[in-house]
């Protein structure tokens, strides 16, 4: 045995320098890099490797890319404001607010002129805040004091990337618009992204605050009228003016009495609520055209500062559901108004045996919006018909209707009072009042003519008190036929 050991161990040895040759290129004595023995290797070089080596490049991008995302999701925030969102329309006011406001070097709420900025530091910081550059043309009418309309044009900043710089904190806005539509409005479905550096993450909470009182700003002094679109209740026109209390004459109480009750109900939220009663509100105006419903409504809105939410019952295509969908959900601090109520009654129709009631409101659709199961909360509702006759019992109960109040033709009272407010300037000493109530009483008028009637004759004869005396005959035969 001893004896064939050398020679097996020699025969070992000679094929493991035949394989080393085979697998290793001439003169390489096996000391090379590995590398190298890897690029000689011809089951390498056939393809094997190569596809490792790409495989691995894969994995290194992917490795890379993720590596990325996660530093960018510890190092940046960013927020998302969708169109349908209030705050949308806020933040573009507020962009182009902003970079005006930087420019002229004043406060986005603040119209007065700051002092100007002095030292070469802010001179720089001036020239490096980014402006916008990509801007969208937004066009709105307003009308005028004396009835006309002007057209006003704003610049907001368009869709696309915009960079801000608000705080020290520099801002990167992308407005995005979706191939998508929003089949009730017809709009499509637009979103803004706000991106910045973790740290600064808290300035969002101020850019929304400031943009929020620009928005208030903006409305201060107003009321905004909204109208349904679709399911969705939406601004129609620009926020008109407040109207003040005073300028709608009502007979002596009658507008006392509602604001009274208006005010003791939204006083009353919490006794409400810790009692388990719905907390909402209705009232009814009833009485014959131009009797100051609508306008004791706007009024009423103005002064609690409240906006308005208007909804014609008789509306074409406005059905039960849809009705009870747009009552649960009016905006904040707003008065829905349902005008001609009567409509409703008018059309009893029964659903179908498909559910399908028409295009129209029923009476039990009506019904069931302002005081059924699903009916909504927090809300104070006002009705207006210039029929009454037609309105069923069932409505004028407490819980839908809380108060019923009839708006008549004008009293004595109330044309002294609709005088004073045209011409108290021009007849100091009262003798063109005392005229014109001689030529109402002689007329017949208390009683008969209609307020809206008397502010238009006024309305003609501005400053001109004897022409409103000589036009008050006008008014003759008609009253006469109302009275008959």
Request: net charge positive; aromatic share 8%.
């Amino acid at each position: 045995m001893d004896k064939n050991a050398p020679v097996l161990s020699q025969n070992a040895q000679q094929q493991h320098n035949a394989l080393t040759s085979h697998l290793l290129p001439a003169g390489n004595d096996g000391g090379g890099s590995i590398f190298a023995q890897l690029t000689g290797n011809p089951f390498f070089t056939a393809g094997f490797g190569l596809a490792a080596l790409a495989a691995a490049a894969r994995f290194g991008q992917k490795g890379i890319r993720q590596s990325a995302e996660l530093l960018r999701r510890r190092m940046l925030v960013d927020i998302e404001i969708t169109r349908h969102d209030a705050s949308y329309d806020w933040l573009l006011q507020w962009m182009t607010a902003y970079q005006r406001s930087q420019l002229a070097g004043k406060s986005v709420t603040d119209t007065t002129k700051s002092p100007p900025r002095i030292g070469i530091f802010s001179s720089i910081l001036e020239r490096i805040n980014p402006r916008l550059h990509h801007l969208q043309v937004k066009t709105a009418k307003v009308s005028r004091s004396d009835g006309s309309q002007s057209t006003h044009f704003s610049l907001v900043p368009g869709h696309g990337r915009h960079l801000l710089r608000y705080k020290n904190a520099f801002i990167l806005v992308n407005r995005q618009r979706e191939k998508s539509f929003d089949l009730n409005s017809g709009t499509p479905f637009e979103t803004i992204t706000m991106t910045t550096l973790y740290t600064h993450r808290h300035i969002f909470e101020k850019l929304f605050t400031e943009a929020h009182e620009l928005a208030q700003h903006r409305q201060e002094g107003k009321t905004s009228i909204y109208t349904c679109m679709g399911f969705e209740w939406k601004q129609f026109g620009e926020p008109k003016r407040k109207r003040p209390l005073d300028s709608v004459v009502l007979e002596a109480g009658v507008k006392e009495r509602i604001v009274e009750d208006l005010e003791s109900f939204i006083q009353a939220r919490t006794w409400y609520l810790d009692r388990g009663i719905p907390y909402r509100r209705g009232y009814l105006l009833y009485g014959p055209p131009g009797t100051g419903k609508s306008s004791f409504i706007q009024a009423l809105a103005g002064h609690f500062d409240f906006n308005i939410a208007m909804l014609n019952v008789s509306q074409r295509g406005l059905t039960d559901d849809k009705l009870n969908h747009l009552l649960t959900k009016v905006p904040s601090r707003t008065i829905v108004l349902l005008e001609d109520a009567d409509a409703a009654f008018i059309n009893r129709k029964v659903a179908g045996e498909d559910g399908y009631s028409g295009a129209t409101v029923t009476f039990s659709g009506l019904l069931n919006a302002l005081d059924g199961v699903a009916s909504a909360e927090e809300r104070i509702i006002f009705l207006t018909t210039n029929h009454i006759e037609r309105l069923d019992e069932a409505l004028v109960r407490p819980g839908r209707v809380d108060m019923t109040v009839r708006l008549g033709e004008a009293t004595e009272g109330q044309i002294e009072q609709l005088w004073d407010r045209f011409y108290a300037d021009f007849d100091g000493e009262g003798h063109g009042k005392r005229r014109f109530m001689q030529r109402v009483k002689e007329l017949q008028l208390a009683n008969v003519v209609s307020t809206a009637a008397l502010q238009g004759l006024f309305l003609y004869n501005k400053e001109d008190m004897d022409g409103a005396i000589t036009m008050l005959a006008d008014l003759g035969p008609r009253s006469g036929h109302a009275q008959g």
